[in-house]
């Protein structure tokens, strides 16, 4: 699995692409000065970063995404999942709803959940 690990100001920027996206990069200088005050040459360099990662392109000065942002918040929880749980989801649902009170609807999402995705 691709690790995909962005600062908070890149993942800031991120989520600013993926509201807009396809965007050009004119534009997105814009939204970047307004939304996050930055420079022109700050928005082409964390761009750039972000490219070379594989979350988006810049084509013809079109910026759009090469993942999701399902797919990007998705493999952020797997390897949190990993790195503070041994990658033992059992462990991290105990920790999760500890001292909370899951609803029946929860609960029945949570079964679906398990039993569309268990090992046959």
Not at 88 to 99: E, R
Request: glycine residues 4%.
């Amino acid at each position: 699995m691709k690790e995909y690990k962005l600062a908070e100001s890149e993942e800031k920027f991120a989520e600013l692409i993926w509201q807009n996206e396809p965007i050009g990069s004119g534009e997105l200088v814009k939204l970047s000065e307004k939304v996050m005050k930055w420079k022109k040459s700050t928005t082409y360099t964390v761009l750039k970063k972000l490219c070379e990662k594989g979350i988006f392109q810049n084509e013809n000065a079109v910026v759009s995404s090469l993942i999701t942002k399902d797919e990007y918040y998705a493999k952020q929880s797997i390897r949190f999942v990993e790195n503070t749980f041994g990658g033992f989801l059992p462990k991290f649902l105990t920790a999760f709803i500890s001292g909370k009170k899951l609803s029946n609807h929860q609960a029945e999402e949570l079964k679906r959940l398990i039993d569309e995705h268990k090992e046959v």
